[in-house]
């Protein structure tokens, strides 16, 4: 038996290391790496079933398609790159190089990804994205704070007394951390979560809080002026390491603790609790994507920025407010080669399908699309789909035809984690690990690299992205390599990158304007939403699947189930299991009702990642609108109503 390194580039914070067992040219499993301490040994079940409900399935795509009319037609690779340069050349010709747009999307995150965007820049300069969809809005927040996001080492959290998860579900989402804040609570460290679901992570917590959601900033508020009044503060790391301290004590002033108990629906008695509890220290906070995904997402990071702050949990080992990592910080994306780029426009990811619907001067003619499905994953399902049936011609890299892929006019077959030599960073710990190639690529299935260079031999500047995958990882490995890391070390294990501190602060220097952690100074409450939509719409991840690589078993016709408490449906007159229809203002789904009182009483809960053409798809509902700082996608301001049908 043949075993590979490699690791899942899937957008998850785990960046798991994977051994890959072959036999006779068939790759029969894969596991967890135990010689990385962060995979130790173990991986999800998506991964465990990848082989069966991916890589070997039979919706996998291993040909160039092309489609006449509504049917797709199988053509060779030397046909489908001349169709596909020619279509790019003519809508330079004809429009302008910003007329095409490229949508590079998070399906895989790897380091020889940059090259893609190189390529675009040697052509001319196109159409881009600015944003996400995923965590800009706290990070915006946090870089206010202290000048940029650093987070604790995932195993720094061993060393604190209390842990609090805010919006987070690790035993889904992030199984590793899991791990390590399981083994933190074994030692004694308090368990806490504070989430508006109840999470399998909540379920398994010593203490779960249940706020309104969308409240966290009041909450944090509550925590410190708690914190304030007990005089269970650090005075010394605020005399001599923060700025705008008596501005953020006169917001703080403003609001009474009884109000804003009753804004985030916690029993003042809990919040004192609470309080005490952390006060306890070191004390660490862990964000998740859930505090993220509001407008003003931003000011609740710096509330609890805060909180760490004056707690004196800021630069200590145990401590700290961790959200997130760099995936691409380890990287030389200098390599991307913006400056060649004769022109070039930035249209906002989060408002995907309005952007394009109006953009002039000129309007998008072409879209070239990897490792995404916008449609499905993207607010405002129906309209992004609108937008990309707008274009003149659409060319999709991709595993599979999703509802975003198969809009598309030229289809051209990617190769996969199993089959690629690149480098992975993460967003949930500073490993660097290497994907080496299991097995040859099946079919005619090829690298988003090579689908490139190929390109870019046509279109006349091949030599400017020739090189095979390790002469190109030579050079993005660069900031790592000058770290005393060998391109072989990188390839052959995981590595933690030396540089990346496992206490962020510990010097007390922030790289803001002054130096110090600067508190928020100012704080805008949004008037309350119109009362015609009563019930906030909360979209999280499944365990059966990781962002819309939905599994074998669920590329099937079906209907969305969401979570409701009993006194909704009984007001509606729903029953459990019935069929129902939820409206938002921007559309209106059908879903199956599954009754649970353990759901709060103004939200309803679904999975998010479902497909369009499946009817399972929650962002037919959701609002497309950006955050006010961070370019990001609230989307939970998004709220519904929900009817018998």
């Known amino acids: 038996m043949k075993t590979t390194v490699t690791a899942c580039t899937r957008d998850c914070p785990g960046a798991c290391s994977i051994i890959a067992e072959v036999e006779n040219g068939k790759i029969v499993k894969l596991k967890g790496n135990k010689d990385h301490e962060f995979?130790?040994?173990?991986?999800?079940?998506?991964?465990?079933?990848?082989?069966?409900?991916?890589?070997?399935?039979?919706?996998?795509?291993?040909?160039?398609?092309?489609?006449?009319?509504?049917?797709?037609?199988?053509?060779?690779?030397?046909?489908?790159?001349?169709?596909?340069?020619?279509?790019?050349?003519?809508?330079?010709?004809?429009?302008?190089?910003?007329?095409?747009?490229?949508?590079?999307?998070?399906?895989?995150?790897?380091?020889?990804?940059?090259?893609?965007?190189?390529?675009?820049?040697?052509?001319g300069g196109v159409s881009t994205l600015y944003g996400t969809v995923c965590g800009g809005i706290g990070q915006a927040g946090q870089e206010l704070d202290m000048g940029e996001r650093i987070s604790h080492d995932p195993f720094d959290h061993l060393n604190s007394n209390v842990i609090i998860i805010w919006g987070r579900n690790p035993a889904v989402t992030d199984i590793h951390l899991w791990k390590i804040l399981r083994k933190a609570r074994k030692n004694g460290a308090k368990l806490i979560v504070i989430d508006p679901v109840k999470t399998d992570t909540a379920k398994m917590a010593d203490i779960h809080y249940q706020p309104v959601p969308g409240s966290d900033a009041f909450l944090a508020m509550a925590l410190s002026k708690i914190l304030l009044h007990e005089s269970l503060i650090d005075t010394d790391f605020i005399n001599k390491h923060t700025k705008n301290f008596d501005e953020y004590k006169g917001i703080l002033d403003n609001y009474d603790l009884d109000y804003l108990a009753l804004k985030c629906d916690i029993d003042l008695k809990e919040l004192e609790k609470l309080a005490i509890i952390y006060a306890e220290g070191p004390s660490s906070i862990i964000l998740g994507w859930g505090v993220h995904r509001y407008k003003k997402g931003h000011q609740t990071f710096r509330m609890i920025d805060a909180l760490a702050a004056i707690s004196g949990n800021i630069g200590i080992s145990g401590g700290g407010v961790t959200q997130g990592f760099e995936e691409f910080g380890f990287f030389d994306n200098s390599l991307e080669g913006?400056?060649?780029?004769?022109?070039?426009?930035?249209?906002?990811?989060?408002?995907?399908?309005?952007?394009?619907?109006?953009?002039?001067?000129?309007?998008?003619?072409?879209?070239?699309?990897?490792?995404?499905n916008p449609v499905a994953m993207n607010p405002n399902s129906k309209k992004v789909k609108k937008a990309?049936?707008?274009?003149?011609?659409?060319?999709?890299?991709?595993n599979v035809l999703n509802d975003t892929t198969e809009l598309a006019d030229l289809f051209l077959p990617a190769t996969t984690f199993l089959e690629d030599e690149d480098l992975l960073g993460s967003y949930g710990s500073n490993w660097v690990t290497p994907l080496n190639p299991v097995i040859e690529p099946l079919g005619e299935a090829k690298s988003e690299l090579w689908i490139f260079q190929e390109l870019a031999k046509r279109l006349g500047f091949g030599d400017e992205m020739a090189g095979n995958p390790k002469d190109w990882l030579l050079k993005l490995a660069a900031p790592l390599i000058n770290q005393g890391i060998s391109l072989e070390q990188l390839q052959k294990a995981p590595i933690r990158v030396p540089s990346a501190p496992k206490t962020p602060y510990g010097d007390k220097k922030f790289k803001t304007p002054s130096g110090k952690l600067e508190f928020i100074d100012e704080f805008v409450v949004d008037e309350d939403n119109d009362d015609k939509y009563s019930l906030r719409l909360l979209s999280i991840m499944p365990k059966k699947w990781i962002g819309s690589e939905i599994s074998e078993n669920d590329y099937k016709d079906g209907i969305l189930e969401v979570q409701v408490h009993p006194t909704i449906l009984k007001a509606e007159n729903i029953n459990n299991g019935d069929e129902a229809l939820i409206e938002s203002p921007v559309g209106?789904?059908?879903?199956?009702?599954?009754?649970?009182?353990?759901?709060?009483?103004?939200?309803?809960?679904?999975?998010?990642?479902?497909?369009?053409?499946?009817?399972?798809?929650?962002?037919?509902?959701?609002?497309?609108?950006?955050?006010?700082?961070?370019?990001?996608?609230?989307?939970?301001?998004?709220?519904?109503?929900?009817?018998?049908?």
Not at 338 to 363: C, H, S, V, Y
Not at 598 to 615: A, F, M
Request: glycine share 6%; net charge positive; with cysteine.
């Open 39 to 123: 995979t130790s040994g173990f991986i999800c079940r998506n991964t465990r079933n990848y082989l069966k409900d991916s890589f070997y399935s039979s919706k996998r795509i291993l040909y160039p398609l092309l489609k006449e009319g509504d049917k797709w037609k199988r053509i060779s690779w030397d046909n489908a790159l001349d169709i596909a340069a020619d279509k790019l050349k003519a809508a330079k010709e004809e429009h302008g190089s910003t007329s095409i747009f490229y949508y590079q999307g998070f399906g895989a995150r790897t380091a020889l990804r940059i090259i893609n965007r190189r390529f675009f820049n040697l052509f």
């Open 338 to 372: 913006t400056e060649l780029a004769e022109e070039a426009r930035k249209l906002p990811m989060p408002t995907i399908g309005e952007a394009i619907l109006k953009a002039q001067n000129p309007e998008i003619s072409l879209v070239f699309i990897t490792a995404g």
């Open 388 to 398: 990309f049936e707008s274009v003149d011609y659409m060319i999709a890299v991709d």
């Open 588 to 645: 209106k789904l059908r879903v199956k009702v599954i009754e649970n009182n353990e759901v709060r009483k103004d939200s309803i809960v679904t999975y998010r990642g479902g497909w369009l053409k499946y009817n399972k798809c929650v962002n037919v509902l959701t609002v497309d609108m950006i955050s006010e700082l961070g370019n990001g996608t609230p989307y939970y301001e998004t709220m519904v109503n929900i009817r018998k049908i």
